[in-house]
């Protein structure tokens, strides 16, 4: 089995291919995530979130608004985390807007319990989010701006993205009833648990 290295030995860089399964990988999970919560009519937040009342108000394609949304904040992040982080990104989020297309003719849920769909997708969503971001890369939009105050303020990107992940959800109610919003903020809290509990400075984050 190979061994981490020492503490305060930095790790050897992740290889072309490593990288690659870790973007399908983690892209994956986030779309099966998107799928229960769609299948639930729940939602959850960042650019994702605000991907998702766009399609509830509008049913456009959730896939290619989860795309467009993301556009505006490459630029940010290409001066802000630089080139390598931005590609990938850029390549994440493509990613994810084929899967989310794509899933719903190959996989559907017969029976979801609404809850149960809320905690499995959060949990499922920051397992795939802490993938990307160990492979230097994330879902764009506020997660972007979640890394690089993690990197430059040593704020907690899963509590900065909790905070944003609660105002988009308030927002919700408008569209949805309050019990969905109820449930969307569950797996929203599911969802940055994971990542505030593994992603933070002084272990292993990827970037």
Sequence with gaps: MKQPPPHGVAAPPHSVFEDVQGLLVGSLFVALAVLMFQQSLLLTGGTTGLAFLLHYALEWPLGWLMFAVNLPFYVFAWLALGPVFTLKTFAAVALLALWVQWLPL????????????????????????????????????????????????????????????????????????????????????????VIAVNHRSGRYMGV
């Design 106 to 193: 190959w996989l559907a849920f017969e029976r979801l319990h609404p809850v149960l769909a809320a905690v499995l997708a959060g949990l499922l969503a920051g397992t795939g989010i802490l993938i990307l971001l160990r492979h230097h890369a994330s879902l764009g939009g506020l997660g972007i701006m979640a890394v690089y105050l993690q990197k430059r303020l040593g704020w907690r990107a899963g509590v900065v993205q909790m905070a944003c992940d609660a105002l988009i959800l308030l927002g919700a109610l408008w569209l949805l009833p309050p019990l969905q919003v109820l449930l969307s903020l569950l797996g929203a809290l599911a969802l940055n648990m």
